[in-house]
């Protein structure tokens, strides 16, 4: 009696853990499937990066547990901290992962957004590209001339070459649309070594890499109502954001946090927004989407897949 009652109870456990594992199993495949995820983002992250600051980024360490750009410098920038972090914390301390999380839209916009891709900015990173004191930067300078004032911008990365650009072309659609010309100019500045106002970090126009054009009372959110700025909103011209972000640049009128005058350098952001979006694939290879017929992209997919497995 006492033998068959044992086998009873086995016989339960077993059926128990029979109904069980499947349960465990699922977990484990969604598990994965985040972590796949996980990484495919941070090649797709890693690859806009090295393709914005082409020749500044030259390598990837992930021998551990982390994975590091190696700049040409030999200094060495963390990919991921791997902290949970507040919005505010990641902004004051970010990783390159927190920079990279939210993903800047191309589509034209006349509403106030819900997120802020780009305010994030990894300090270590621009200083390793523009310059690291403002000693530094000031060298790195070159004067766009534009009517008759002279705008200091960062001749690294090609930034100022853009700015040339995103100026020039703006003044065409100035010609056929001479309304477009108040949102232009008067610029109110480019290069100005300063903190963002209340905050000690640094401003991108610190760094020579970031433009205001015409202010008005209704483009920062701390001048102005979210009903102000959106109205502010719908009177701005497509065809001038357009023209910016051909060149590299996002503009802060596409942030909750809307800053409408304003236009920074960000080629990584542009880059990403281009060739990804945020539907994942995993029949195809993560790169989809991106230029492999370039050779410089080929060279940086290769090493990312080298080193990322």
């Known amino acids: ?32 499937e985040n ?26 360490d992930a021998s551990d547990d982390n994975v590091y750009l190696i700049m040409k410098s030999g200094n060495k920038i963390l990919y ?31 509403n106030i957004a819900t997120n802020d891709p780009g305010r994030i900015r990894h300090y270590q990173l621009l200083k390793e590209v523009y310059g690291n004191t403002k000693k530094e930067i000031e060298v790195n300078l070159k004067n766009l001339r534009f009517g008759n004032k002279y705008y200091a911008f960062n ?6 070459d853009n700015l040339n650009k995103s ?25 100005n070594y300063r903190v963002i106002s209340g905050t000690g970090r640094l401003s991108p126009h610190s760094f020579g890499i970031a433009i205001d054009l015409t202010s008005d009372k209704s483009d920062y959110w701390k001048w102005a109502s979210k009903e102000a700025g959106q109205n502010r909103l719908k009177s701005y011209p497509d065809s ?28 990584e952001f ?22 492999i017929k370039d050779e410089r992209t080929k060279l940086y997919i290769d090493l990312i897949n080298n080193k990322i497995k």
């Open 270 to 291: 542009i880059y990403k927004a281009k060739h990804f979006n945020d539907n994942l694939d995993y029949s195809k290879p993560w790169y989809k989407g991106a230029d």
């Open 240 to 267: 001038l954001v357009r023209v910016f972000e051909n060149n590299k640049f996002i503009w802060g009128g596409k942030w909750e946090h809307f800053d409408i005058l304003h236009f920074e350098y960000r080629p």
């Open 80 to 110: 991921d901290d791997k902290k949970n972090k507040t919005t505010q914390e990641k902004i004051n301390n970010p990783d390159l992962q927190d920079m990279m999380e939210e993903s800047y839209n191309l589509e034209n916009t006349h």
């Open 35 to 60: 972590d796949k995820k996980y990484t495919i983002d941070m090649k797709r992250n890693i690859l806009s990066l090295m393709m914005g600051y082409d020749g500044y980024i030259v390598d990837i």
């Open 167 to 191: 100026i020039n072309e703006a003044l065409n659609i100035c010609k056929q649309d001479n309304r477009i010309y108040k949102y232009v100019y008067p610029i109110s500045g480019t290069f």
């Open 1 to 32: 009696m006492k033998r068959m009652l044992t086998f009873f109870i086995i016989g339960i456990l077993l059926i128990s853990i029979f109904f069980i594992c499947p349960k465990t199993k699922d977990y484990q495949v969604f598990k994965n």
């Open 155 to 160: 001749n690294k990365n090609n930034a100022y």
